[in-house]
């Protein structure tokens, strides 16, 4: 007798078939759906698309992005102008690169007001000199150096005070191929007070224009330079006691200092007190080799209670996956890249600092109150989550940084149950589910033994229906489930969102299903038109916030 349910039926269909007219084929060839443009938006502003994904190059979904940027510019450009600025003061997003693309591309529009728009919201995304230069690069892909574009590079310089200037201009010099000196000469900004002429005369000519133009009888006078260049510019033929008085006096970084003073413990030690929180991730691994931070030592228990300081992490709008980084570099000994490199940088690692990086991590996420629902949170291992890069550094790749998202929940939760999960054939779990691993995941545990071990997991091709699959077949009440995954499901035999429609009823239980994209792709199981669906961006920072507030609701 033929069997005709398999090829046809209304309540499960095969991923590799449409179940419904508005889903699309997604890269892996299954079936999901589209993300609109706004929502497309905001994954490219916080995940970016460094390294690309298992099936799309970072080429191609650059690409694809920028069109999508392109065409929210085209719908609403004040808008678009409006969300790119929202997400990068807000510290929601890893880099901020992303952001300051989009307002490169929205600077160059064909229409003069998304221009202006974009042009006026310049130092609001571009805050310091590193990210004025990464603007510089990217905007002479979209226009020409016209008269607006020199007026909005002029108008950086002439909202800040002397003292801004001085410091922008000694702590970031030049990136990109541009300077300070190169943008000065383009843009012509007017001096608004003696100091900012003495300012700009310096940072064109140096302290020898500076000193010719006083000698010749001119309006510059060197004691109108900030102290702030004045010491750097002492500093730099300074001896070393000196010098430790210099850094003190003045807070002077560890950029301003001469590079043959970079190995010494005592220069190190002067610049611990004042270094921005930023700076102090990127530096413990040096501070370690140079000997200035040792177990027990005063120095490392300073670092370690600046690390887990909430108001410094909120001042310095310290993304999660920054302090994530740091923790994998730091507990490892060495630079991703040191390997390939000869004398490159490595150390011991001391317990106390990687104590509190693990638990800063968890301390960057905002301040969360509990739904007491009950979650299960479930990890896509499939071997397209295995490839790309969050935000560009290297190693975090989207399975293993969803172990960390992950933990941030269960960090908070006091009710969750976690899984592993990849294509039916591969791993056999609890209770005899194919595809389906247990993950026994403790909020007491290190976050890097959480990644070490999803990272060790088996791969598989992905189904993200397996979740509320085996949560059906084995009767786990659940309130919430959360699939952290890139959407590129395609191997099961029913799609996710029909799998979670017969969980509820077959449970009497109003599941909600959070799905946490993990990649800049245009692709959500989450149906659009079930209210008990969310899609949010993975490491957003706000992510676990509005996840509460969806499961709570």
Known sequence: MANYIQHFAALFTRQKDKARPDQVENDAGGFVFELDDWARLDRWLVLGCEGGTYYATERALTQDNARVLGRCLDADGERTVRRIVEISRSGRAPKNEPAIFALAMAAGHARPEVRKSALVALP???????????FARAVEGFRRWGRGLRSAIGAWYQGKSADEVAYQAVKYRQRDG?????????????PVTDEHGAMYRWIVGGMGAVKNEAAKGG????????????????????????????VREHRLTHEMVPTEWKNDPAVWEALLPHMPQTALLRNLGKMTAVGLLAPMSAAARLVATRLTDVERLRRARMHPVSVLSALRVYAQGRGERAQKRENALTWEPVREIVDALDEAFYLAFRSIEPTGKKHLLALDVSGSMDSGAIAGIPGLTPRVASAAMAMATARIEPSFGTLAFASAGGAFGPRGVSGVMSLPLSPKQRLDDVLGMVNGLPFGGTDCALPMIWAQKNKVEVDTFVVYTDSETWAGEIHP????????????????LVVVGMTSTGFTIADPQDPGMLDVVGFDAAAPQVMADFSRA
């Open 497 to 512: 969102f029909q799998a979670l429609r017969n969980y509820r009823q077959a449970m009497g239980r109003p599941a909600k």
């Open 178 to 190: 541009w300077s300070h000196k190169d943008l000065l000469r383009l843009s012509h900004p007017t």
């Open 219 to 246: 309006a510059l006078d060197p004691e109108k330079l900030p102290a702030l260049v004045r010491a750097f510019e002492e500093a730099k033929d300074a001896p070393r006691e000196r010098l430790v008085t210099l």
């Open 124 to 134: 609001e995304v571009c805050r310091t000199g590193t990210d004025l230069f990464h």
